[in-house]
């Protein structure tokens, strides 16, 4: 925990706030009584309003195969103190993430359930949006720009294993936020790092495509790793295409399977 953070418990939750200090009793009876908006995130969010400052608020959940077993419940309160710490470490480096309020653990016998609550970006529209409702020369713009931040987030030191474009939205004034860093480390990224960072983003890609919520074009596709490639001076285009094969095959069969264990 840093510096700047203060801890305060309240009914079984224990509040660490990394921004400025409210009431332990109004935050949480406030997040309580909020609706869960469905549809948005895994397991929904809450949006609130605490003393003027406007909050998103996610719980955390498992992801994976066994899911279904795990759900919402954890041993410890780390997964969301490491998101809200990287989180600031990014914002002290200048990249472009989205402020963390505090983090929450609902604090049971034997297990716990998580919360981050982020400042809201009023206005702001996912990155998935954007490129649904744009013309060619602006998703162009939208690509490149992604495609560089990726970069800066690997000189930050920070390897992001679920990239998707709904957790990067476009303010109302243009710039590009990151808001989602759940399950994030800090570390060198290797070669092999940035290969699976861009295997997962295609992924979802190539799922929001067989839904028909995206048609990405090859030409943008490419775009995107030869930015990416110029400025790491990584070899991607001729690595990626060799493993195309094989990645597309185990994908395929991964879905199945998840196809299976959680139809709606």
């Not at 744009?134 to 931040?149: G, H």
């Not at 860093?181 to 990224?189: G, T």
């Not at 790793?225 to 110029?230: G, L």
Request: one cysteine or more; a positive charge; proline letters at 3%.
């Amino acid at each position: 925990m840093t510096s700047m953070t203060s801890e305060e418990h309240y009914r079984g939750f224990q509040i660490t706030y990394y921004s400025e200090h409210v009431p332990a009793s109004l935050f949480i009876e406030k997040m309580l009584r909020a609706p869960i908006l469905q549809n948005v995130g895994r397991g929904g969010i809450r949006i609130l309003d605490v003393e003027g400052n406007k909050l998103v608020c996610r719980k955390y959940f498992h992801g994976g195969l066994f899911r279904v077993f795990t759900r919402d419940v954890f041993i410890t309160g780390e997964r969301a103190t490491q998101e809200a710490e990287i989180m600031l470490h990014l914002k002290d480096s200048g990249f472009p993430v989205i402020t963390p309020f505090a983090t929450i653990t609902e604090v049971g016998t034997l297990m716990k359930r998580l919360y981050l609550c982020t400042f809201m970006e009023e206005g702001a529209v996912s990155l998935l949006e954007h490129l649904k409702r744009s013309e060619k020369k602006v998703r162009l713009r939208a690509i490149k720009r992604f495609a560089e931040l990726l970069w800066r987030l690997e000189q930050a030191g920070v390897y992001h294993p679920d990239l998707h474009l709904r957790n990067v939205v476009l303010t109302g004034d243009g710039r590009m936020l990151f808001l989602d860093f759940d399950k994030a480390l800090r570390k060198p990224i290797a070669q092999k790092d940035v290969e699976s960072m861009f295997w997962r983003l295609a992924r979802y890609v190539a799922k929001m495509e067989r839904q028909g919520a995206l048609p990405v074009y090859p030409y943008e596709k490419m775009l995107f790793v030869r930015v990416y490639e110029r400025l790491s001076k990584r070899p991607l285009v001729e690595t990626l295409q060799k493993q195309m094969k094989t990645k597309n095959l185990l994908h395929r069969i991964g879905w199945f399977f998840e196809s299976l264990l959680y139809r709606a």
